[in-house]
């Protein structure tokens, strides 16, 4: 029997618009894979860079931020405040060496449940087809 390795990802979700995305892909039966474990967040906006490095250091091999589309945060500009906190955490994953395409940003509505569903299996093969994430830098994952 083969073993096939599933990546620990973590996706922190808008209460507003990507949790209930997830619902609706789950209501619809749209299949996406385990390897998603969802936090609920009232907004993206309030996700530090350290909340996402520690996500790295508890053991996880990617993560998601997905907020509301711009314009229909709840919270006015939250999701303004999350692009920019991401642009921020791209750049301390880069000195860290760190790859950058462990960590996504992307803007999922309450009712496109069959998008996030696309999303988390599209991130997960990204994820696969990095390898599991061990601290290393990015020299050290070629």
């Not at 892909?25 to 609920?40: D, E, H, K, M, T």
Request: proline share 4%.
């Amino acid at each position: 029997m083969r073993m096939t390795w599933l990546p620990k990802i973590i996706a922190f979700c808008c209460n507003w618009c990507a949790y209930a995305g997830a619902d609706t892909a789950g209501l619809s039966r749209f299949q996406y894979p385990p390897s998603i474990s969802i936090l609920r967040v009232m907004c993206t906006g309030r996700i530090e860079p350290s909340m996402i490095l520690k996500c790295f250091e508890q053991g996880a091999d990617g993560v998601m931020v997905l907020g509301c589309h711009p314009g229909d945060c709840h919270y006015i500009s939250g999701n303004e405040c999350a692009r920019s906190r991401i642009e921020t955490t791209l750049e301390i994953m880069e000195i860290l060496g760190i790859d950058k395409r462990r960590l996504l940003l992307k803007w999922i509505s309450a009712s496109e449940g069959a998008l996030f569903a696309e999303t988390a299996k599209d991130f997960t093969e990204t994820i696969r087809s990095l390898g599991p994430f061990r601290g290393e830098s990015q020299d050290d994952q070629r």
